[in-house]
């Protein structure tokens, strides 16, 4: 009988870059603008992957960056700007927050009720994009210095996004990212 495997501990460098990443991030009190590109910049380095590109002045060349500008076509013919928080064609439409849990960082209805909130429009950046662009396979919200979340849409219609890997795994707290399988699952 052979015993489960286990995955080895993380590489001690690899795990001191995280539990700084922790530290740094815990307590930020700051707002979602004045924080979130920092959050996701560092949230990259500590993946080991390339951080977002400068933006351009044409959207078509603007495939992995922060602000990405999207129009929202309305049934009267008029249209409305908005701007993903962070886009990686092919890969991720991103948008944060920075929310308030419960007492003791409960998670409350109200918080849970915000996050679909944050959700929803992510979906719907996720649909304005140009058709041509394809439609990302995943959606991640980020509530800045506490939690991610994942979702996904694997036809990429823009139909359904639906939690990643599932309802009980979706929600990543910030001290998961201790765990090798979780920034695994982030890459």
Not at 25 to 33: M, Q, T
Not at 113 to 120: G, H, Q, S, T
């Amino acid at each position: 009988m052979h015993a489960a495997p286990t995955n080895p501990p993380p590489p001690p460098e690899a795990d001191a870059a995280a539990s700084a990443y922790i530290a740094r991030w815990r307590d930020a009190g700051g707002s979602e603008r004045a924080n979130y590109q920092l959050f996701v910049g560092e949230l990259c380095a500590l993946l080991g992957l390339p951080a977002p590109e400068p933006a351009q002045g044409d959207e078509r060349d603007n495939a992995y960056v922060f602000e990405r500008r999207v129009s929202f076509a309305h049934g009267d013919g008029s249209a409305s700007a908005g701007f993903i928080d962070c886009y990686r064609r092919g890969a991720f439409v991103l948008e944060a927050k920075k929310l308030k849990a419960g007492k003791d960082g409960a998670l409350t209805k109200g918080f849970d009720d915000a996050l679909l909130r944050v959700r929803a429009q992510a979906e719907g950046y996720a649909r304005a994009l140009p058709a041509v662009a394809g439609r990302p396979p995943f959606l991640v919200v980020v509530d800045v210095g506490h939690r991610i979340e994942l979702y996904s849409e694997f036809s990429r219609s823009g139909g359904s996004y639906v939690p990643f890997q599932d309802p009980r795994s979706h929600r990543i707290a910030l001290d998961d990212l201790r765990k090798p399988e979780i920034l695994d699952r982030l890459r």
